[in-house]
């Protein structure tokens, strides 16, 4: 699908129109797609599948758009180097989750009722297929992958880190929303607003160390590694802090 050639040294104030339009529309695209389409109960029925496809779609794209492996991260003479990198970023966060979950007095901050009526087949599904296909695969592939690719093409380093990293933040808003209605937190609107702002912010902060970690590497499975530890330890930290209720096991959504 890819060329293997090396990553183009395309200066970005000499970017092609058709390059511009290609990051242009990545942009919109993903800003809309978690807001948009991940209202809908086929996208929440689907997910894995849904964001998998869209995953496909989007590395066609930027093949079309001559995007290559090398611009992507996904050489295969980088994996070892990005495995070595995101192992090595991902260790303290499963470290802290565990040592959350173990100790009584971090245990309350672990408390997310998307977990707490789990049983234990939902919650395997979650950190097996819905979060590592559906969430981190689907994500890197977007932003760190295709998304960073696109914008290097027409901006400068830095400046490409700061507007994929906006959108990503940008991309958390109704995740938020809702985890902030399900576990009852922020009840007014400017509470609220304010909550929303903030984990945007700090998605995007998030964004900008997968980029450096993408970058650093020169693979894509460097961010992988660390997202995944992230967004499965969490989970599971929480339903170790607070084992479901067997009485009243109900199935919630979880969205990242």
């Known amino acids: 699908m890819f060329g293997s050639r ?5 200066l970005p104030g000499r970017a092609r129109p058709a390059d511009v339009t290609f990051a242009v529309a990545a942009c919109i695209a993903l800003a809309d797609y978690n807001n948009l389409v991940g209202v809908q109960p086929w996208h929440r029925r689907w997910y894995p599948v849904v964001n998998g496809f869209a995953a496909g779609v989007m590395l066609g794209a930027a093949a079309a758009s001559g995007l290559t492996a090398d611009d992507l991260g996904l050489r295969r003479d980088r994996l070892r180097a990005g495995l070595r990198l995101g192992s090595s970023a991902a ?17 309350p901050l672990l408390n997310d009722q998307r977990v707490a009526g789990l049983a234990r087949r939902q919650l395997a599904y979650q950190v097996l297929l819905r979060i590592p296909v559906g969430t981190v695969a689907w994500e890197e592939i977007a932003f760190r992958g295709v998304l960073q690719a696109a914008l290097r093409r027409v901006l400068a380093e830095p400046a490409a880190m700061v507007v994929g990293s906006a959108v990503f933040g940008l991309w958390h808003i109704r995740p938020t929303i809702e985890a902030l209605e399900v576990n009852r937190l922020a009840a007014g609107e400017g509470a609220r607003a304010f909550a929303v702002a903030g984990v945007a912010a700090g998605t995007a902060g998030a964004g900008a160390l997968l980029c450096l970690l993408r970058e650093r590497s020169g693979s894509l499975a460097a961010p992988v590694l660390l997202h995944l530890a992230a967004n ?25």
């Not at 090396?6 to 395309?10: A, L, P």
């Open 91 to 107: 260790a303290p966060v499963v470290a802290a989750f565990g040592l959350g979950a173990l100790v009584p007095a971090t245990r």
């Open 232 to 256: 499965c330890a969490g989970p599971l930290a929480s339903a170790l802090a607070r084992p479901p209720d067997r009485g009243s096991q109900r199935s919630t959504r979880m969205n990242s």
């Open 6 to 10: 090396v990553r183009s040294s395309r």
